[in-house]
């Protein structure tokens, strides 16, 4: 039922066959044996998979979402053919700063599968009868690595046994930046009297009020009673690497002869959601400022 161009001895008591023209079932091969006329012959059966028709659909169960955040994905993958297919993997292509959420995967026909999941996320040993469709479903979440703005994953189903592969499916999920608890800064400080100059706010060191404080973005704020200020909804700049803020006291809010413990401005590094303090030492040459500015 067909022919073989070739007959390979590898030297180790296997041999391969090279094939002449497509062929199903067996086939009888003659070869000679140590360049002698003695002629044995073997029976090779060959099995031939017939093409495979596949269709994949790929949909997220919400469009909009932040950081943190659990997305459900539905994939279906059809066969249309008339064949079955025997070894299908679905081959997801997952968007950067999204992980697969480790054993979510269901599986309609509870065929037992093999997950595999690096840059991919890889469902193999699937089987679909013809006429089948099968449905998949798993979790990704979203780390604070993603940006914002829309997020593509894509699926496609391969039949390994003929190379024969589905559509390329997608489905997008938008990440918006509503949520200040993550995607924001909150700045919170503390101007006091460093008697001893070690920049660190001691027991015995109290807040100064009514300091003013400036800010590049021209924020002007004023400490409370006890030497306290904050400020809240302070855009921190790209997750992966968070931005520069500046503070800066006004020194006509100082009383007079004040001398800086600490630097004026300070500058210091805001990422999205974390807390950044920025505490300001002031020193008095006379210690009987202090006195004044409590009553």
């Known amino acids: 039922t067909g022919t073989i161009d070739s007959f390979v001895h590898h030297n180790n008591g ?38 495979t028709i596949l269709v994949a659909t790929l949909s997220t169960s919400t469009k909009k979402a ?8 539905t994939a ?31 599986i309609s026909n509870n065929i037992s599968s093999n997950i595999t999941w ?27 690595g993603a940006k914002h703005g829309t997020h593509i994953t894509t699926a496609t189903a391969y039949n390994n046994q003929t ?34 100059g070690n920049m660190i706010q001691d027991e015995d060191e109290e807040g100064l009020p009514g300091v003013r404080i400036f800010t590049v973005e021209g924020y002007i704020i004023t400490t409370d009673k006890y030497g306290r200020f904050h400020l809240l909804n302070i855009k921190g700049g790209e997750w992966s690497r968070g931005r520069n803020f500046m503070m800066k006291i006004d020194p006509l809010s100082l ?32 210690v009987d400022v202090m006195r004044g500015i409590q009553k």
């Open 66 to 73: 932040k950081i943190g955040d659990l997305i459900k994905y």
């Open 118 to 144: 690096d840059k991919t996320l890889d469902i193999n040993n699937l089987k679909l009868a013809p006429g089948e469709k099968i449905e998949i479903v798993y979790l990704l979440r979203i780390g604070a």
């Open 76 to 106: 279906t993958i059809e066969n249309i053919g008339s064949f079955a297919a025997n070894n299908v993997t679905l081959s997801n292509v997952i968007p950067f700063g999204f992980s697969y959420v480790e054993k979510s995967i269901y």
């Open 14 to 51: 296997t041999y391969s066959a090279n094939l002449g023209s497509t062929v199903a079932g067996n086939v009888t091969v003659g070869f000679s044996v140590n360049a002698t006329n003695s002629t044995l012959t073997g029976i090779v059966e060959f099995v031939s998979y017939e093409k």
């Open 255 to 286: 009383p007079k002869g004040s001398q800086f413990t600490t630097a004026n401005p300070l500058v210091r590094r805001i990422t999205p959601g974390i807390p950044v303090r920025f505490d300001f030492g002031i020193k008095f040459a006379d």
């Open 163 to 196: 190379s024969d592969r589905s559509n390329t499916a997608s489905a997008s999920v938008e990440i918006t930046a509503d949520d200040p608890m993550l995607d924001e800064s909150l700045i919170i400080g503390t101007v006091f009297n460093d008697k001893n």
